[in-house]
């Protein structure tokens, strides 16, 4: 797994808008598995694809003591 770059305001690549998600495949996998990754090494509870600047409609949330959760297309 890789620790992505996070975008911080005022990058103006976080307004770009996310494209829905049109197949799951392992590029897919390991972009998640990336974005939680990210996540827990920045000490955050939740990520977008956006904010790693990859603009699909994919988002990752740590629910409650490392319970994953990753939604598509939400």
């Known amino acids: 797994m890789t620790i992505r770059k ?5 990058d103006k ?3 770009k ?23 827990y090494h920045s000490n ?5 694809a956006t904010q790693v600047d990859v603009h699909l409609r994919i988002i990752v949330i740590d629910i409650k003591d490392g319970e994953k959760l990753y939604l598509i297309n939400p």
Not at 17 to 39: G, R, S
Not at 44 to 48: H, K, N, V
Request: aromatic share 8%; proline share 6%.
């Open 6 to 10: 996070i975008l911080t305001f005022p």
């Open 13 to 15: 690549r976080l307004r």
């Open 17 to 39: 808008k996310a494209k829905p998600v049109e197949q799951y495949d392992e590029t897919l996998n390991v972009l998640i598995n990336d974005m939680f990754e990210t996540m």
């Open 44 to 48: 955050g509870i939740g990520l977008a």
